[in-house]
């Protein structure tokens, strides 16, 4: 479905990212994981289209998208949660909804937009029970309900989702991650950048793991999870010497 090939961004001086490779098969869910600055959002905002100017080719579903805008690639069928949520705090939570939904404006799809807010609802009931709310008074786990809602409101094929757990208590990112999983198993294709590395491995079918700019490993998401460089480097895990 999305094929990443010897992409390069540099900030100025600053190499971000250095001959990055990788694939997302349909259906899957594939994860990316690294230390702060290692390059993560920077890789989701190049497939997005929010970063532009860069070398090397993104390909989705057959077809080079590394020069279209990102209004463009949400009509294609992706979508993009930012890190943070970046939601509109002054307007509703039906409002930020139906922003998501740009892309179909018009009498001709008022029908198919109603019945994926109803879809949405009926995945996140509280975000109905909240729907004259202002976002910005929702708490933290309602908050990324909401952002994950507004991407759905797209219909995408790819979801693209930037550190989903930040910020919220556990209890509450593991009823994210089981909403990440419900959506996948609806159909949606993921991949997620998450600091949270044992738990983005455990759901993930594939996973990347980025370090300054350069891809240092990959594989399935249960065998990085007993790797020892990734024990160590980012679940906590020393190894005992004998």
């Known amino acids: 479905m999305l094929k990443i090939k010897n992409l390069k961004v540099n900030y100025g001086a600053v190499k971000a990212l250095n001959s990055i490779s990788l694939k997302v098969e349909p259906g899957q869910i594939v994860s990316i994981i690294g230390a702060n600055g290692a390059g993560k959002s920077t890789l989701l905002k190049s497939v997005s289209g929010l970063i532009r100017g860069f070398d090397g080719n993104v390909i989705f579903e057959g077809q080079d998208i590394s020069a279209l805008l990102a209004s463009r690639m949400v009509k294609l069928g992706i979508s993009h949660i930012l890190e943070g949520r970046q939601l509109f705090a002054s307007l509703t939570t039906v409002d930020n909804l139906n922003l998501g939904a740009f892309a179909y404006r018009g009498r001709k799809n008022r029908?198919?937009?109603?019945?994926?807010?109803?879809?949405v609802f009926k995945t996140?009931?509280?975000?109905?029970?909240?729907?004259?709310?202002?976002?910005g008074?929702?708490?933290?786990?309602?908050?990324?309900?909401?952002?994950?809602?507004?991407?759905?409101?797209?219909?995408?094929r790819l979801l693209l989702l930037d550190e989903p757990s930040l910020g919220l208590a556990p209890r509450i990112v593991q009823d994210i991650f089981a909403i990440i999983k419900r959506l996948n198993q609806q159909g949606v294709t993921i991949l997620l950048v998450e600091q949270n590395a044992k738990l983005a491995l455990k759901t993930s079918d594939y996973a990347y793991v980025l370090e300054t700019g350069n891809m240092i490993l990959?594989?399935?998401?249960?065998?990085?999870?007993?790797?020892?460089?990734?024990?160590?480097?980012?679940?906590?895990?020393?190894?005992?010497?004998?």
């Open 111 to 119: 029908a198919m937009v109603e019945q994926t807010r109803e879809m």
């Open 124 to 135: 996140f009931p509280i975000l109905q029970e909240r729907a004259d709310q202002f976002a």
């Open 137 to 156: 008074t929702l708490s933290g786990g309602e908050q990324q309900m909401l952002a994950i809602g507004r991407a759905m409101m797209a219909t995408p």
């Open 218 to 242: 990959e594989g399935c998401g249960e065998d990085l999870l007993s790797n020892d460089m990734v024990q160590q480097a980012y679940l906590g895990v020393t190894k005992t010497a004998v």
